[in-house]
């Protein structure tokens, strides 16, 4: 997990999805500045999945919360409202703002929760990454031991919430890494850069730690 740069809502966004979700508030008598009622947030219509495509574009095709590519074509990608649509005002489950993308996984698991923390406020470097175990950890340096940030980073990976180092998600990075090690080795002298060059493809958070840890 890693800070993820906002981007602004795409071309025809309002035309796409806000309007018509406004349309079928109002047709279902649901108040646009409230949240919905109780049972309702499953029955949303899905407009946002609409500019499905721009935020996979926008965002590199890059899960806001495992940070490794998402592959479309497999429907393996998904809008994450950050602010649960259940809980949150009827209008923010169509805000471009409030969406991340994420791979289903990840999605899953973020479930309704509103104590995980926000890839768009990230501080840098708050996770950093143990190459030997695929473990995502905690810096200390930014978080020290006992702070309320400490305390919500915890949380976020924990098995509670994200579970960022659960088995499937360690194996994935391991393998990522292992593709880098044995890529660099190729004969050639573009054999490093291109080996870098597709893991910030696979991973950004492993790049930018195979970068951090000069590797």
């Known amino acids: ?61 890059t899960c806001a919360y495992l940070a490794v590519y998402t592959h479309r074509s497999l429907q393996d990608t998904s809008v994450d409202h950050f602010e649960p649509k259940s809980k949150a005002p009827l209008c923010k489950s169509y805000d471009w703002s409030n969406f991340r ?22 501080p840098p470097e708050l996770f950093i990454l143990n190459l030997l175990s695929g473990r995502v950890q905690i810096n200390h340096r930014v978080a ?25 998600f360690r194996d994935l990075r391991l393998r990522f890494i292992d593709e880098y090690f044995a890529n660099r080795q190729r004969p050639g002298p573009r054999a490093l850069q291109e080996a870098r060059d597709l893991l910030r493809l696979q991973s950004p958070f492993i790049w930018h730690e195979v970068t951090r840890q000069g590797l």
């Open 101 to 122: 993308l994420a791979c289903r996984p990840m999605n899953t698991n973020k479930d309704e929760f509103q104590d995980v923390l926000d890839p768009f406020l990230l």
């Open 144 to 168: 020290p031991v006992g702070t309320p940030l400490h305390k919500q980073a915890q949380h976020t990976i924990g098995r509670d919430r994200l579970k960022l180092n659960a088995g499937p």
């Open 1 to 61: 997990m890693i800070p993820v740069r906002p981007l602004g809502p795409p071309a025809g966004f309002a035309t796409r999805v806000v309007k018509p979700a406004k349309r079928w508030a109002d047709k279902n008598k649901l108040v646009w500045s409230a949240p919905p009622p109780a049972g309702w947030s499953g029955r949303l219509k899905d407009y946002w999945r609409n500019c499905l495509d721009d935020l996979h574009d926008g965002y590199g095709a």
